[in-house]
Nanobody, 125 residues
Framework: QVQLVESGGGLVQAGGSLRLSCAAS????????MGWFRQAPGKEREFVAF????????YYADSVKGRFTISRDNAKNTVYLQMNSLKFEDTAVYYC??????????????????WGRGTQVTVSS
């Protein structure tokens, strides 16, 4: 079992930055690849970013490429999402998720084993 807790969300003006964190507890964090997803009001949850268990491979949705950066610190059991140049359309609840032992990108939410409860990001225009 892996427990995931997101933090770092909040209200920010368009063009600003936020850094989300996802703290993991339970089984060996370093064995799990991690993903960030988001769900805007009235929309389905969508993939945002992926990082392999080793941190050596990352992958992004086109909508955030060049603005968001996913990283991880296995010593701290934490994955991060640095979000720069935020846009109004980035407003959503952001979730982190874990999938065991993957190196290549995993974008389908059904493939993830564990989920956090989410953190709200609101970008004002």
């Amino acid at each position: 079992q892996v427990q995931l807790v997101e933090s770092g969300g909040g209200l920010v003006q368009a063009g600003g930055s936020l850094r989300l964190s996802c703290a993991a507890s339970g089984r060996t964090f370093s064995s799990y690849a991690m993903g960030w997803f988001r769900q805007a009001p009235g929309k389905e949850r969508e993939f945002v970013a992926f990082i392999a268990w080793s941190g050596g491979s990352t992958y992004y949705a086109d909508s955030v490429k060049g603005r968001f950066t996913i990283s991880r610190d296995n010593a701290k059991n934490t994955v991060y999402l640095q979000m720069n140049s935020l846009k109004f359309e980035d407003t959503a609840v952001y979730y982190c998720a874990a999938v065991y032992g993957r190196m290549a990108e995993v974008v389908g939410e059904e493939q993830y084993d564990y989920w956090g409860r989410g953190t709200q990001v609101t970008v004002s225009s």
